[in-house]
């Protein structure tokens, strides 16, 4: 079957390039979506891709956006000049690619259409695509939250992450570190691990190979399905939406804590010690001890 459809990566800017309503969604941040890497080869006659800001994340989708278009099927790929716009081209003309770039609105525009022999697909799927990662020992991916390391806010929580029991939640629970440390309790009857990103639940399944752990992809400005009455919750909360700060999502992810936590259940978080949480723990939850202050965050335990 020769392939018809159009496609669209991710969230390009409407002012700088066309988009079919029609055509084929994919994005890793968006329940329901699929993963561009789920696509069958040469599917795609033409694919718009909002390219992500991170080197091998994004070498990685345009990649796989070279494996799914047709032989001559047209890729736009757009990005800020100053998150990795300025380097669309030399990536793009290193598969085999002949570019033409423009610009606007702050970004970079390259089109281009796929050669009958990219080069280097492979190389660039593998580097971006899932692997584990040896200093952790767990699964993940370029592109996820601290996708290599152990995010210093994250190592601080490990720190009273172990004593927990009962039902509990790990939101935004990224590849699982989290998660791993809470279930090292046996007194932990369910955990739900909760990210927004795919990538990052498939990880999760991977590193959180227990009975009583079940993960989802979910968008925790909204309320998970069947999740209430918790005895406790443990968070690094996000604070970054689309690449853009937004303390609005610290703040959703509180009230959300709170919601799906019984009468007395405890909520443990980390946050930036630039995080104006306090108000927003106190108006959720009937007492907030401050669990202390190291390296530029900040540790509370809040009860319902």
């Known amino acids: 079957m020769s392939a018809v459809a159009e496609g669209v990566y991710g969230v390009p800017h409407p002012d700088l390039v066309e988009v079919d309503p029609a055509a084929l969604r994919f994005s890793p ?7 561009l890497d789920e696509a069958a080869e040469a599917s795609l ?22 494996r799914v278009l047709a032989p001559g099927g047209e890729l736009i790929a757009l990005a800020p000049k100053a998150r990795g716009g300025s380097r669309l081209r030399g990536e793009l003309e290193a598969f085999g690619c002949a570019v033409v770039e423009s610009a606007g609105r702050h970004q970079r ?14 190389e660039a799927i593998a580097q971006g695509g899932p692997q584990i990662v040896p200093q952790l020992g767990l699964w993940s991916q370029p592109g996820v939250f601290s996708w290599d390391r152990l995010d210093p806010g994250s190592a601080l929580l490990l720190e009273i992450a172990g004593d927990f029991g009962g039902r509990g939640a790990d939101l935004g629970c990224g590849i699982g ?7 090292a309790s046996p007194n ?18 991977h590193n959180l190979n227990d009975p009583r752990v079940t993960v989802l992809q979910h968008d925790l400005r ?4 069947g999740l209430e009455g918790l005895n406790f919750v443990v968070m690094n909360p996000p604070f970054h939406d689309g690449g853009n700060e937004d303390r609005r999502l610290g703040v959703a992810f509180i009230a959300r804590a709170a919601a799906l936590l019984r009468k007395g259940g405890i909520c443990r978080l980390v946050a930036n ?5 306090e ?3 106190a108006e959720h939850f009937a007492a907030v001890k401050p669990l202390g202050v190291k390296g530029g965050y900040k540790l509370f335990e809040a009860r319902k």
């Open 273 to 277: 010690v630039g995080m104006p949480y």
């Open 109 to 122: 525009i390259c089109q281009t259409h796929r050669p009958d022999a990219p080069s280097g697909l492979a």
């Open 29 to 35: 941040l968006v329940p329901g979506l699929a993963l």
């Open 45 to 66: 006659t033409r694919l718009v891709i909002a390219a992500p800001p991170a080197v091998l994340d994004r070498r990685y989708v345009l990649a796989q956006a070279l």
């Open 222 to 225: 909204t309320p998970p399905p």
């Open 279 to 281: 108000a927003p723990l």
């Open 188 to 205: 932990v009857v369910a955990l739900t691990a909760i990210d927004i990103d795919r990538r990052a639940v498939l990880a999760a399944q």
């Open 177 to 183: 570190v989290l998660s791993t440390a809470v279930l």
